[in-house]
C-alpha cells in the first residue's frame, strides 16, 4: 500500500500520478482533497445539471433551455411555469434522488463485500421490494401509496433476510453475495408464483411497475426521497473513513481503531433503505447500483468506496438513460428501467470477462 506525506496547501502525488492536497482550516480540521476525484464530481454534477435541464425541456411541447432555466427562477410564463414545476420537473427529482440513491447503495454494498458484483440487483434487494409490491397489488388490490409501502417492506425484510443468513461471526464479502444470489433466486420464483395467481389487469399492472418507470412521478415520490437522502447521505459520509479501513480487512480495521461490525450493520441498513425506498419511488430499476460504482471508480483511478463520485454516476446516469428512453427510439418511449437494463447487461458481461481474465472468479 502506498501512502503520501501531506503538507498543508502544497501539491502531492500518490502513487504513480495521484494529485492530492490537504487543507486545514483555523479550528484544526483537516481535510485530504484528491484532485482527480473533485474534478470528476464537479464534471458529473454538470453532466447531470445540463441532462436534468434538457429533460426538462423535452416533451410535446419542448422548451428551449434558456426558458427553461428563466422558469426553474420564477421568470416563465404560467403555461411554462405549469409544464415545468407540475409536470416534468418532479419526474426529473425523482430520477435523480433515484439514481443518487441506487448508485450510494451501490457503492456500500460494493465496499462491504469487496466484490464489484454486490450489488442490490445481484443480492436480489430488487426482487424482495417487487415481492413486496406484488403481493399488495395481487393480494390485498392495493393502490399507488400501498404498493410504494409494500415495495418499502419487502426490500427491508429481503435484505435483513441476507443479513441474518450471512452471519457467522461477522458477515463477510463472498458470502454475502453467494446467499444474496440464492435469496434472489427463491424471491424471483415466488414473484413468478404470484404473477401465475393474479388476473389479467392485476398483472399488466404488476409487469409495468416491475420494469421500472418515472412516468407519473409526482412530488409525493419527491419528498420521501429527499428526506431519506437528507438523512442517510451525511450519516454514510460521516462513516466513510471506516468503510475504506474495513476494505483492507476486518483486522486491520480493528487495528486502526474502527468497530467493524458496527460500522458494516449501520452501513448495510443505510444501504438497504436508500435501495428499497429508491426501488419503491421508481420500480426495480436495474443495474444502475452495479454499474454507476465502477464507472466512477474507473473515472476517478481511486481507491475506496468512491461514494459521492458514485452517487452522482447514478443520478447522471439515471436521468441520461430516462432521456434516451424517450428520444432515442423515435416515436416508441420506453420505461426507463428497459434502457438501463440492456446497457447494464453488456456492462455486466463486460465486468465478467474481466474478473475471470484477472483470475477473481
Not at 427529482?93 to 447503495?105: D, E, Q, R, Y
Not at 417487487?130 to 397489488?137: Q, S
Not at 420494469?211 to 420521501?224: A, I
Amino acid at each position: 500500500m502506498k501512502t503520501a506525506l501531506k503538507t498543508p496547501g502544497a501539491t502531492e502525488a500518490t502513487g504513480a500520478n495521484r494529485a492530492t492536497r490537504a487543507l486545514r482550516t483555523a479550528g484544526g480540521f483537516s481535510l485530504r482533497l484528491d484532485v482527480r476525484a473533485f474534478t470528476v464530481v464537479v464534471l458529473l454534477l454538470a453532466a447531470a445539471f445540463t441532462a436534468s435541464v434538457v429533460l426538462i425541456g423535452t416533451g410535446d411541447f419542448p422548451i428551449p433551455a434558456g426558458d427553461v432555466l428563466k422558469t426553474l427562477v420564477g421568470d416563465g410564463s404560467p403555461g411554462q411555469e405549469f409544464i415545468v414545476n407540475e409536470l416534468r420537473l418532479p419526474r426529473v427529482l425523482v430520477g435523480l434522488l433515484v439514481g443518487a440513491s441506487l448508485g450510494l447503495g451501490g457503492a456500500l454494498f460494493q465496499s462491504v463485500s469487496r466484490n464489484p458484483l454486490g450489488s442490490p440487483d445481484v443480492l436480489g434487494l430488487g426482487q424482495g421490494a417487487t415481492a413486496g409490491a406484488l403481493v399488495v397489488i395481487v393480494l390485498l388490490s392495493g393502490d399507488a401509496n400501498e404498493v410504494t409501502v409494500g415495495a418499502l417492506v419487502g426490500g427491508l425484510v429481503t435484505g435483513l433476510a441476507i443479513y441474518l443468513l450471512s452471519w457467522r461471526q461477522g458477515v463477510h464479502g463472498y458470502r454475502l453475495v453467494l446467499v444474496g444470489i440464492g435469496v434472489s433466486a427463491v424471491v424471483t420464483a415466488v414473484n413468478g408464483y404470484l404473477l401465475t395467481k393474479s388476473d389479467l389487469v392485476d398483472a399488466a399492472r404488476a409487469v409495468v411497475w416491475m420494469t421500472g418507470s418515472l412516468d407519473g412521478r409526482g412530488w409525493e415520490q419527491v419528498w420521501p426521497l429527499l428526506a431519506l437522502c437528507a438523512v442517510l447521505v451525511p450519516l454514510v459520509l460521516a462513516n466513510a473513513r471506516g468503510l475504506r479501513m474495513m476494505e483492507m480487512g476486518d483486522d486491520v480495521a480493528n487495528a486502526l481503531g474502527v468497530r467493524v461490525e458496527r460500522v458494516r450493520l449501520l452501513l448495510l441498513v443505510a444501504a438497504v433503505l436508500l435501495t428499497a425506498t429508491a426501488t419503491a419511488a421508481a420500480g426495480p430499476v436495474s443495474f444502475v447500483a452495479l454499474t454507476a460504482p465502477q464507472l466512477a471508480r474507473r473515472l476517478t483511478r481511486s481507491p475506496g468506496p468512491n461514494l459521492v463520485p458514485s452517487l452522482c454516476m447514478g443520478a447522471t446516469l439515471l436521468v441520461t438513460a430516462d432521456w434516451a428512453s424517450q428520444r432515442a427510439f423515435g416515436a416508441d418511449q420506453l420505461p426507463v428501467g428497459v434502457v438501463t437494463g440492456v446497457l447494464g447487461g453488456v456492462y455486466l458481461l463486460w465486468l465478467l470477462v474481466t474478473e475471470r481474465r484477472a483470475g477473481r472468479i
